[in-house]
């Protein structure tokens, strides 16, 4: 017997208020992993974004570095 078909058997005993209870319960359920879906993208979205931005990143970063090397050799002469 596969999980939906036993999930299935149980339900079929249960009344009519229990049965809104676990109707409620599963709508929560798929509130909560819809949630969770945006807080937590897949990985390959993420891969998606990051190389979105590397080139941009890489240009940042080297940006600054010519006064950094400037501002290092400074305070090492003194």
Do not use: C, W
């Not at 339900?11 to 049965?19: G, H, P, R, V, W």
């Not at 990985?43 to 240009?59: H, P």
């Amino acid at each position: 017997m596969s999980i939906k078909e036993a999930v299935v058997h149980r339900l079929s005993n249960f009344d009519d208020a229990t049965l809104r209870k676990v109707a409620d319960y599963l709508d929560f359920l798929r509130y909560q992993l819809r949630s969770l879906n945006r807080l937590f993208p897949e990985e390959i979205d993420l891969a998606t974004l990051y190389s979105e931005f590397v080139e941009e990143d890489r240009n940042l970063a080297e940006e600054g570095m010519t006064e950094y090397s400037q501002a290092l050799a400074t305070e090492d002469a003194q």
